[in-house]
């Protein structure tokens, strides 16, 4: 590993103020979104509180390597640091961390104008706004880009975006000021891959309709939320459009690799957290006369959880590491082998630890269930297991043809 005395001190500090502020105000928070009552869509008090704290640690826009706008540091060494985020379900936000902004960010860095950047990036880099991506869609099967069916056509000076998207994640905060939306600027195109484009649309703009909130297995994830949203004549400018129409594949292939390793980042912190909590619970429970954690089982359960966590680290910074050196193209092997690893390894950690607690591994007393419903929602997340499965197959194919 390459990290710099730099990000070894920041990972220290991120660390300390986990301990010092997040994880004390876990309560805090939770009572504060139950207190909002029905109406959920609520900005958390003690999210803005700890937003300024960080602010002023200089823990802020941790990401963004090779990026005059982020801290600099490498995806390598930013792997720690996410890592650490993830052992905490809502601290990646007090950091201006958190998805679906971190990748929007990364696409205005990459593909906006100055323009761009001016209006939508700086807010965003301030934590003053928050934003959505809204690329799936409910018509067809989304894990194939190409299939996506929604219009943006030119009409006089505007383009003009009909379609319907959803699991547009964070669409429901009411920060959220615009959107990211892919959809087909030239269906007739023979080359599959330059039918759709990319264009910011505001969130105010007429024609926008929030349908209806998605919960996850009864979760609603108030106070970001997924949405399914309709969009009927919506108008944009044409300057609204990034990189170029039939960009739009590109850009999602740029998008959606740093998100990927940041979730796989962030699983590893969860599966370290209910590794932790469920270490603590076998060693305060009897069974059968005796402690659980002299239970042959739960040691096989333990020590596989500790080999599984360890490998998929190290399979995480490999390929952090060729993003960084080769780029995120030849990476692309080592980030689809990480996306299927991760969220099933911490599945498996989670699932033991509800066995672990018994009754009160379903119950919302220790978070297991709302863990699990995140991770296993990742499985589809930014393409599903099936999509980087046959990636990795293929590229395995390749070595032999």
């Known amino acids: 590993m390459t990290i710099s005395d730099r990000a070894k001190q920041t990972t220290e500090r991120l660390e300390k103020f986990m301990d010092e502020h997040i994880n004390p105000n876990t309560e805090t928070y939770y009572n504060q979104i139950k207190g909002f009552g029905d109406n959920r869509w609520q900005v958390v008090p003690i999210i803005q509180e700890l937003k300024e704290k960080a602010k002023s640690a200089d823990l802020w826009n941790l990401f963004l390597p090779e990026s005059e706008y982020g801290s600099g540091y490498t995806n390598e060494e930013y792997a720690p640091m996410c890592e650490i985020m993830g052992r905490n379900i809502w601290s990646a936000e007090v950091f201006n961390c958190s998805a679906p902004d971190t990748g929007n960010m990364e696409v205005l860095v990459r593909y906006g104008t100055d323009e761009h950047k001016e209006k939508y990036l700086k807010p965003l880099l301030d934590g003053t706004i928050r934003s959505a991506f809204a690329m799936t869609e409910p018509a067809v099967a989304s894990s194939d880009a190409t299939n996506i069916q929604s219009e943006i056509k030119m009409e006089g000076n505007q383009y003009v975006i009909n379609g319907t998207k959803w699991w547009t994640s964070g669409a429901m905060d009411p920060r959220c000021k615009f959107y990211i939306f892919m959809g087909k600027t030239d269906p007739d195109n023979e080359n599959k891959h330059k039918q759709q484009s990319m264009i910011l649309i505001d969130a105010d703009t007429p024609g926008i309709n929030i349908k209806r909130h998605l919960p996850v297995f009864g979760y609603d994830d108030a106070p970001h939320g997924h949405a399914e949203i309709e969009f009927k004549d919506v108008r944009v400018p044409p300057e609204n459009l990034l990189l170029g129409e039939g960009r739009g594949f590109e850009i999602a292939q740029g998008r ?140 395995e194919f390749k070595k032999y043809l």
């Open 256 to 395: 959606l690799g740093p998100g990927r390793i940041h979730h796989c980042m962030r699983a590893i912190g969860v599966a370290e957290a209910v590794l932790e909590i469920m270490c603590k619970r076998l060693l305060t429970r009897k069974a059968f006369g005796k402690e659980l954690f002299r239970h042959s089982i739960w040691q096989e359960r333990i020590a596989d959880a500790r080999i599984n966590i360890e490998m998929t680290r190290l399979l995480t910074l490999k390929a952090a590491h060729m993003m960084d050196t080769v780029g995120n193209k030849v990476a692309k092997n080592e980030i689809a082998m990480i996306k299927v690893a991760a969220p099933l390894m911490a599945l498996e950690i989670i699932d033991n630890a509800i066995q672990a607690f018994g009754g009160a591994g379903v119950t919302e007393d220790f978070k297991l269930a709302a863990a699990y419903a995140g991770m296993r929602t990742l499985r589809l997340a930014d393409g599903p297991d099936e999509v980087h499965k046959g990636t990795i197959a293929r590229n």
